[in-house]
């Protein structure tokens, strides 16, 4: 497999491990502070359905599954620059350097997605959510791209 190619398959793995575990988190999250597991993921799609988006607290089609095919292309994005660190980065210097490399990364896109990004583009979830609640959200997050690599190596 070249070297692009392969690269592409880890992102693949790594940002949806990464998307699954961190909306596993939104779902219980969002069921302590919002009283809805949707909601938090319904507030992703404000992308594109703007504040109405904010106000969804029940599944839908056009606001849940909106809300997480961009959370999780979102998170293949960042399972790139994850596996680029990790390529880069050269011999791992133990068996939690990719866990490390993980939080890391969450910490880089929490700092991304919430103060570097225009108020329209942000997540969305984090106007839903305590802080707490963001914290334990991106945390699943770089655990969640860390463990496929960990599950990779000899």
Avoid at 19 to 34: E, F, I, K, N
Avoid at 80 to 86: D, G, I, M, T
Avoid at 91 to 107: C, D, E, K, M, T
Avoid at 109 to 131: I, N, Q
Wanted: charged residues 15%; positive net charge.
């Amino acid at each position: 497999m070249n070297l692009f190619a392969e690269a592409t398959s880890r992102a693949l793995v790594s940002g949806t491990t990464a998307s699954a575990l961190s909306t596993v988190a939104l779902a219980a999250c969002g069921a302590r502070d919002c009283r809805s597991v949707f909601a938090p993921v319904n507030a992703v799609s404000h992308w594109l359905w703007r504040d109405a988006a904010l106000r969804q607290q029940h599944p839908s089609l056009r606001y849940t599954l909106t809300g997480y095919v961009i959370h999780h292309a979102m998170s293949i994005l960042w399972g790139a620059a994850y596996e680029a660190l990790l390529y880069t980065d050269g011999a791992h210097r133990s068996r939690w350097h990719p866990y490390a490399a993980g939080l890391g990364v969450a910490a880089t896109a929490c700092l991304v997605d919430l103060k570097a990004t225009p108020r329209r583009l942000t997540p969305g979830f984090e106007r839903k959510l305590s802080a707490r609640s963001l914290t334990l959200v991106y945390a699943a997050f770089g655990i969640g791209l860390a463990l496929t690599r960990y599950a990779r190596r000899p």
